[in-house]
């Protein structure tokens, strides 16, 4: 039986694409797993266990692409540069942001995936795109 792989490197051309797929799929799966943990610290800092927390806190990455989805075809809108703010916007993102770095600091636990996060959407609002869709990110993650 053969064992599905994260991606189907045999569809991209070997070159060096299918190594950064491969690393670019660490990315999203590394980051989740810190912020699961970051997520677990900041609630076992209110006495909360891993135990009564972490279903629900990795029901929130399972509902992620429903989430995203609701956004139409966000691959397209992200090719085409485009990232409408009738769902979300940068500027909602961003305070959502700042209160998740707000908790963590009064909770003494580590701020360094929060403020990395936080830093996206602040440069999209000090660039003037704080009414765009969250998406906008990328051009703060790209332009670095």
Do not use: C, K
Not at 6 to 11: N, S, Y
Not at 27 to 49: P, W
Not at 76 to 91: F, K, M, R, W
């Amino acid at each position: 039986m053969r064992r599905r792989l994260l991606v189907d490197l045999v569809a991209l051309p070997f070159d060096t694409r299918a190594q950064l797929m491969y690393q670019a799929q660490l990315d999203v799966f590394l980051t989740t797993l810190s912020s699961l943990m970051h997520a677990t610290a900041l609630l076992g800092s209110a006495g909360l266990t891993a135990r009564e927390v972490f279903a629900d806190l990795v029901g929130m990455v399972a509902a992620t692409p429903s989430i995203i989805g609701a956004a139409g075809d966000l691959a397209a809108q992200l090719d085409a540069g485009e990232h409408p703010g009738h769902l979300s916007t940068a500027t909602m993102m961003g305070a959502t942001t700042d209160h998740i770095v707000a908790a963590s600091e009064s909770a003494g636990i580590d701020l360094a995936l929060p403020r990395a996060v936080q830093s996206h959407y602040r440069r999209v609002i000090e660039d003037g795109r704080g009414g765009d869709n969250w998406t906008r990110i990328l051009d703060a993650i790209r332009d670095r």
